[in-house]
């Protein structure tokens, strides 16, 4: 199935994904100038009022650089949001969202008939983040539009299935909008998750070390100089589990090989949570593609050379 008419404008198969406390308007203008879906989480704007001022400059930006270049407009952006009940923050979220239409709303840790519904009623689509086949159909069941398939690999919180088992499993019932999420960071791997039967590749950690991320220097340099050998799985840190870059796990005082498990009943994701990725920072297996810091417009231009030389290789075999 075709993705809808929203996505027309997208030069790249890609959605950046939400980074918690890292994505900002600077990020999601500099991706979906470069072709791609930007993203945040409405969470990251603190206080919560400061969500108003980063939806009006997203907005305006977007608007402005549209009229200025009609030949290539900006890919639509995305705002994620937290729906488990721990997020007491999500009605006056949702209101802003509705407030300034925002088109795509990601939603996570829960899929609710409500929140769609709202999403609809200005227009929008609901893409739902999923680990298994299971919690997919009930996303789809309670109104969700598409969905992103987070395997095994993925940064933040990640689920242990395979790409190739997960996107399998949904493509049997579901030809809506999907996206794959794990060890995403080049173009071949764009590609790729399009051979498996995603629509779109959903990629996170490499954004990390891109200028306009709000992240430390010290992390983006952790990015770039780690690999898939140093990332950590655990739920120790919000409830929920999740992968972790060693090198932070080891920098606050803890032994990643000896990590204790996590009470999930206890997952807070607007307060405590915070810290938590402030401090231990995420990341997914796929970062051994990032050697530098780079502008996100120039990581999507490479993304893109990588992705086309790629197709151009299977086209003459």
């Not at 409500?114 to 609809?120: R, W």
């Not at 109104?143 to 990640?158: N, T």
Request: proline share 5%; aromatic share 6%; net charge negative.
């Amino acid at each position: 199935m075709a993705l809808p008419p929203l996505f027309n404008t997208l030069r790249l198969p890609v959605i950046g994904s939400p980074l918690f406390i890292i994505s900002n308007p600077k990020l999601v203008i500099a991706q979906c100038k470069a072709g791609i879906v930007g993203s945040m989480p409405a969470l990251n704007a603190r206080p919560a009022e400061l969500l108003d001022e980063w939806l009006a400059e997203i907005t305006e930006t977007l608007a402005a650089h549209d009229r200025a270049h009609p030949e290539s407009p900006a890919a639509p952006f995305a705002i994620n949001q937290i729906v488990h009940k721990s997020n007491d923050r999500l009605e006056h979220d949702m209101a802003l969202c509705a407030k300034y239409k925002v088109p795509i709303v990601i939603t996570s840790l829960g899929a609710r008939e409500d929140v769609n519904a709202a999403v609809h009623g200005w227009g929008g689509i609901v893409l739902h983040d999923i680990i298994n086949n299971k919690f997919a159909r009930k996303a789809i069941e309670k109104g969700a539009d598409g969905l992103i398939a987070v395997a095994a690999g993925a940064g933040g919180h990640a689920g242990v299935k395979s790409p190739f088992a997960l996107i399998q499993e949904i493509r049997e019932w579901f030809d809506g909008p999907l996206a794959l999420s794990g060890s995403m960071a080049s173009g071949d791997a764009i590609l790729a998750a399009q051979a498996m039967g995603a629509d779109l590749a959903y990629i996170g950690s490499a954004f990390i070390a891109t200028e306009e991320a709000r992240a430390a220097d010290e992390y983006k340099q952790m990015i770039v100089e780690s690999n898939s050998d140093d990332i950590v799985y655990s739920n120790l840190f919000t409830g929920v589990h999740g992968n972790y870059l060693k090198g932070s796990i080891v920098k606050a005082g803890l032994d990643p090989e000896n990590l204790p498990e996590s009470d999930p009943t206890k997952m807070n994701f607007g307060g405590n949570g915070a810290k938590a990725w402030k401090d231990v920072w995420g990341s997914g297996q796929g970062i051994g593609a990032i050697r530098e810091v780079l502008p996100a417009g120039e990581l999507v231009a490479r993304f893109g050379r990588e992705y086309h030389a790629a197709r151009q290789r299977l086209a003459l075999t």
